[in-house]
């Protein structure tokens, strides 16, 4: 059974920072990213690597900011937010998917997601 658990989330004030992380288990996957989605908006891209060579993308307006990394002997992938801005409050996600996904910011491109983490950055 595949399973992805996010973890990390919480409240935080502007400027502070947050490492999520998202522990995979049931199979291996090839592209793994985070999506957020704040209330009344759509889920969007935020961040992805690649599981072999460790090749990674991100929103543009996050660059900078936001780092994703990968963990090969641990398993879990990870989300450090730095200078958090209360626009950055959301449900953070992590997906999943064997394949070398191609179109990488877009949420149905991957096939699995996890229950979400909750990111709360107060003004």
């Known amino acids: 059974q595949v399973q992805l658990v996010e973890t990390g989330g919480g409240l935080v004030q502007a400027g502070g920072s947050l490492r999520l992380s998202c522990a995979a288990s049931?199979?291996?996957?090839?592209?793994m990213g985070w999506f957020r989605e704040a209330p009344g908006k759509e889920r969007e891209f935020v961040a992805a690597?690649?599981?072999?060579?460790?090749?990674?993308y991100y929103a543009d307006s996050l660059k900078g900011r936001f780092t994703i990394s990968r963990d090969n002997a641990k398993n879990p992938m990870y989300l450090q937010m730095n200078s958090l801005k209360p626009e950055d409050a959301a449900d953070y996600y992590c997906?999943?998917?064997?394949?070398?996904?191609?179109?990488?910011?877009?949420?149905?491109?991957?096939?699995?997601w996890g229950q979400g983490t909750q990111v709360t950055v107060s003004s």
């Open positions: 690597i690649r599981w072999s060579g460790g090749a990674t």
């Open positions: 049931g199979r291996t996957f090839s592209t």
């Open positions: 997906a999943a998917d064997p394949s070398f996904v191609l179109s990488i910011t877009r949420a149905r491109a991957y096939m699995y």
